[in-house]
């Protein structure tokens, strides 16, 4: 709880900071990322490997990973800052995932993640990377198909098993995805399609 608080505070100081311009520049400050979001081997010591902010808007946030000060990218990640929704591409794989700081998960252990968005419905076979945070691969194709239905709807419901349904609201998402989808193509990690928002000159 205390990291999710500490992650929205940093958000809204950024806003307050950089207001209109927050969307059209990286953010290169320090700044608290969800653990889920990071990669395995951030640590938070001093190094020229940092997490830093593509897009903020309504609630979701698209974030790179540079092992070296910004000269390359070997992370992409895009998600609700609430966690229950996550996207992380690399060289090596493409993840949905969902986290929460209250679950006590033993590694590996497996369920079912059910996530309907619109007329969109996906069961994703999650497994436990930590204590708190589950993780499914998934095909370029597939997710493709995901995010353009979230571009078309306004809310994401994500069932876990048959118990535990939460939703996420996707206002803001369109133009984080776009960044997530920019990330991942330019990157060479997985052609996501062209998102509903993006525009194929900078003019």
Known sequence: MIRKQNFLLACLALVSLSGGAMAQ??????QAVPVAMQPE???????PSRMLVDERAG?????HHTPDAG??????IAGSESEILMFRADAD???VRSADDHWTLATGEKGDMTVTVGAY??????????????AADIRPADLT????AMAQNHMAVVKFGDHTTLSVGLSGSVPVLDRFRGCAETQHFADLGQGAGQKASPF
């Open 59 to 63: 609630g979701w946030v698209a974030i």
């Open 71 to 76: 000269v390359h990218t070997d992370l992409c």
């Open 41 to 47: 081997d951030e640590n938070g010591g001093p190094s």
């Open 121 to 134: 419905t996906r069961v994703f076979h999650m497994q436990a990377n930590d204590a708190t945070t589950l």
């Open 93 to 95: 794989s493409l993840q």
């Open 25 to 30: 520049s990286y953010d290169d400050r320090p």
């Open 145 to 148: 198909g995901l995010l353009n």
